[in-house]
C-alpha cells in the first residue's frame, strides 16, 4: 500500500505542475497527438530525455488486450486470471492513447483496449465507444458518474471530501536547454522534488522524486468542462492504477493548484501549464527502491472541431 501511495503521490505532483493554472484560457485551435506511457523501474533518472516515441509507441499499439465477455463465476474467474497478464504486457509495452482535443470537445482512444472516450462539453454528454464491437453508449455528464477503474481498494486518494489532508510541495528547478522533440521545439527542465503529506491526524510522510521535462511554448489543450469531467477510461487490470492516479491528479490541478496542496519552487521556474511532449518522474519512497512513470507525445497536429473523430461512425450501433 505505501509503495502504491508513492507512486499515486508522484502523479498528483506532475499532475499539479503540468496541468494549467486557473484561469488559464486553453490553447487557440485543436489538437491530436498520440502518447505512450510505460513504467521503467530502477531507471537512471540522469539518462532521461527524450527520442525514442516512435518505437515505445509502436510496441504500446501492438498490446491488444481482449475485452473478456461473459458472466459467471467461470467468467470471473478467467477475468482475474487476465489481470496479472494485462499488468504484465502494460509494464512491458507501455498504454498507448490518442488525443483529440477542439472546441468544446474532447476525444480519448485507448489503443490496447480499441475503445474510445468522447466528451462533448456543450452537449454535455460523454459517449463511450467501443471499436472492435462497433457500438456505443451516451451518457449525460449531469447524471453519470464517473468510473471506476479496476484499481486496488487500498490506493488512497485525496477526494473532494477529504480537506484535512495536506501537501506541501518544493521544487528546485534547473534548465536543460532546448531540444526539438517529434518536431516540435522544446524547453528541457529537471526538478528534484520533496513533498510532504500530512493527513487529519498529523502524521506525516516526506518523499523526494526528479522530474524530467520538455515542454512546448504551447499551453495544455483542454474544453473546459474537462477538469471536472471524467474520460470514463476502459482500461483494466495493469493500467487500473495508473488511470486511478490521473483520475486524482486531475482532481488537484482542476483549479490549477489544488487549495490543500501548497508549491514552492527555486531556480528558473517551469512553465506550468504548457504542453509537453516528454515527462518522466523518478521516485523513491523511503530506502526502497524508484519506478519511474514516463511519458512520450508525438504525431502533433491540428485539429478542427468539425472533424469526424469527435462524431460516432455511421455503422456502430447503440446501447443502452
Request: avoid cysteine; glycine fraction near 12%.
Given at each position: 500500500?505505501?509503495?502504491?501511495?508513492?507512486?499515486?503521490?508522484?502523479?498528483?505532483?506532475?499532475?499539479?505542475?503540468?496541468?494549467?493554472?486557473?484561469?488559464?484560457?486553453?490553447?487557440?485551435?485543436?489538437?491530436?497527438?498520440?502518447?505512450?506511457?510505460?513504467?521503467?523501474?530502477?531507471?537512471?533518472?540522469?539518462?532521461?530525455?527524450?527520442?525514442?516515441?516512435?518505437?515505445?509507441y509502436a510496441a504500446a499499439s501492438q498490446a491488444q488486450i481482449q475485452t473478456k465477455s461473459g458472466g459467471g463465476l467461470f467468467a470471473a474467474i478467467k477475468q482475474a486470471e487476465s489481470a496479472g497478464s494485462e499488468m504484465q504486457?502494460?509494464?512491458?509495452?507501455?498504454?498507448?492513447?490518442?488525443?483529440?482535443?477542439?472546441?468544446?470537445?474532447?476525444?480519448?482512444?485507448q489503443v490496447a483496449y480499441q475503445t474510445a472516450t468522447i466528451i462533448d462539453c456543450d452537449a454535455r454528454t460523454i459517449t463511450h465507444l467501443d471499436l472492435r464491437a462497433k457500438t456505443y453508449r451516451v451518457t449525460s455528464m449531469d447524471s453519470a458518474t464517473p468510473e471506476t477503474p479496476s484499481s486496488p481498494s487500498s490506493v488512497p486518494q485525496m477526494g473532494p471530501g477529504d480537506?484535512?489532508?495536506?501537501?506541501?510541495?518544493?521544487?528546485?528547478?534547473?534548465?536543460?536547454?532546448?531540444?526539438?522533440?517529434?518536431?516540435?521545439?522544446?524547453?528541457?527542465?529537471?526538478?528534484?522534488?520533496?513533498?510532504t503529506q500530512t493527513d487529519s491526524s498529523g502524521a506525516s510522510q516526506t518523499m523526494n522524486a526528479q522530474l524530467i521535462g520538455y515542454y512546448t511554448n504551447r499551453s495544455n489543450p483542454e474544453p473546459s468542462c474537462s477538469?471536472?469531467?471524467?474520460?470514463?477510461?476502459?482500461?483494466?487490470?495493469?493500467?487500473?492504477?495508473?488511470?486511478?492516479?490521473?483520475?486524482?491528479?486531475?482532481?488537484?490541478?482542476?483549479?490549477?493548484?489544488?487549495?490543500?496542496?501548497?508549491?514552492?519552487?527555486?531556480g528558473p521556474p517551469l512553465p506550468a501549464g504548457n504542453f509537453s511532449m516528454y515527462d518522466a518522474v523518478t521516485f523513491t519512497a523511503g530506502n526502497r527502491g524508484g519506478a519511474t512513470f514516463v511519458t512520450e507525445r508525438?504525431?502533433?497536429?491540428p485539429i478542427d472541431p468539425s472533424d469526424p473523430v469527435f462524431s460516432v461512425p455511421s455503422d456502430f450501433t447503440q446501447q443502452q
Open positions: 500500500m505505501k509503495r502504491q501511495f508513492s507512486y499515486m503521490l508522484a502523479l498528483i505532483v506532475v499532475g499539479v505542475v503540468l496541468r494549467s493554472p486557473a484561469g488559464a484560457a486553453s490553447s487557440p485551435g485543436g489538437l491530436a497527438w498520440d502518447s505512450v506511457t510505460k513504467f521503467a523501474p530502477g531507471a537512471d533518472a540522469s539518462t532521461l530525455a527524450p527520442g525514442s516515441f516512435d518505437a515505445d504486457t502494460m509494464m512491458h509495452s507501455g498504454f498507448a492513447e490518442r488525443h483529440y482535443v477542439a472546441g468544446s470537445k474532447e476525444r480519448t482512444d480537506t484535512n489532508t495536506k501537501v506541501a510541495i518544493a521544487l528546485t528547478n534547473t534548465a536543460l536547454g532546448s531540444q526539438v522533440v517529434e518536431g516540435v521545439p522544446t524547453d528541457g527542465f529537471r526538478s528534484d522534488i520533496k513533498w477538469r471536472t469531467v471524467t474520460s470514463g477510461n476502459n482500461a483494466r487490470g495493469g493500467a487500473g492504477m495508473m488511470l486511478a492516479a490521473s483520475h486524482v491528479k486531475q482532481m488537484l490541478s482542476s483549479a490549477g493548484t489544488d487549495r490543500r496542496v501548497s508549491l514552492s519552487q527555486s508525438g504525431n502533433v497536429r
